[in-house]
């Protein structure tokens, strides 16, 4: 199993340009989220999906978008790219969050760097 | 709302030595809680996680942590600390919501 899967590593937009990022899971997962990471603040949490066709917003959405056609896809979108989401994204994918008695773990993927001139 | 507070942002320890990474969260309840690593340029992975039953939970790689709830803490400890524990480490707590919120990371730098 590969697990989770982020496509492309690396990325340099100009600002104002538009790009896709795709996480792919191989895991039968329910759920998937996309995280940003900057130095000092953690993982911020962007969107996530809690099934195939479903999103929603977390803590920072603004300026981003997202699609969960196929329960193994996740896309986020930058429609017009700025300097502000220049960042580490990272895209993580686990079962149901939360069953009786327990909270399932998410797993990460490796992460795309992109740089926002 | 839940919180997670990692006090020390960045640790320096000598190999060999003990280790001990702080983790204080904000929740009503019995939370869920999570210790992740993330190693240079690379994705997170669990380190262990604690649901409930016995305080002192074990994880992988020769880590354990202690939730105690009179502190409110989630301490991640090794006893005897390796070059390649050289990473970031991230505490995390699932509560009443499917999102998890993490700290914002201890960074362990070990010495030879």
């Known amino acids: 199993n590969a697990g989770v899967t982020q496509t492309p590593k690396f990325r340099v937009l100009k600002t104002g340009q538009s790009m896709t990022l795709l996480c792919a899971q191989d895991m039968n997962h329910e759920y998937m989220y996309w995280y940003r990471q900057d130095p000092g603040m953690g993982l911020r949490l962007i969107h996530y999906s809690v099934g195939e066709g479903t999103t929603a917003k977390g803590e920072v959405p603004d300026g981003y978008n997202v699609s969960r056609l196929k329960k193994q896809n996740f896309l986020l979108g930058l429609e017009s790219a700025a300097p502000s989401q220049t960042s580490v994204y990272f895209c993580?994918?686990?079962?149901?969050?939360?069953?009786?008695?327990?909270?399932?773990?998410?797993?990460f993927g490796p992460g795309t760097r992109l740089t926002v001139l | 709302a839940q919180s997670v507070t990692q006090p020390d942002i960045h640790i320096t320890v000598s190999e060999g030595a003990s280790l001990e990474l702080r983790c204080n969260y904000s929740y009503g309840a019995t939370p869920y809680l999570f210790w992740y690593v993330q190693s240079p340029g690379q994705g997170l992975q669990l380190l262990l996680k604690?649901?409930?039953?016995?305080?002192l939970v074990q994880g992988i790689k020769g880590f354990e942590a202690e939730f105690k709830r009179s502190q409110s803490s989630f301490n991640l400890r090794k006893p005897s600390v390796h070059w390649s524990d050289a990473a970031e480490y991230f505490c995390a707590v699932g509560a009443n919501t499917d999102k998890l919120i993490f700290g914002t990371g201890t960074r362990l730098q070990v010495f030879p």
């Open positions: 993580a994918s686990s079962r149901a969050a939360r069953t009786f008695l327990s909270y399932n773990e998410q797993f």
């Open positions: 604690y649901f409930s039953g016995d305080t």
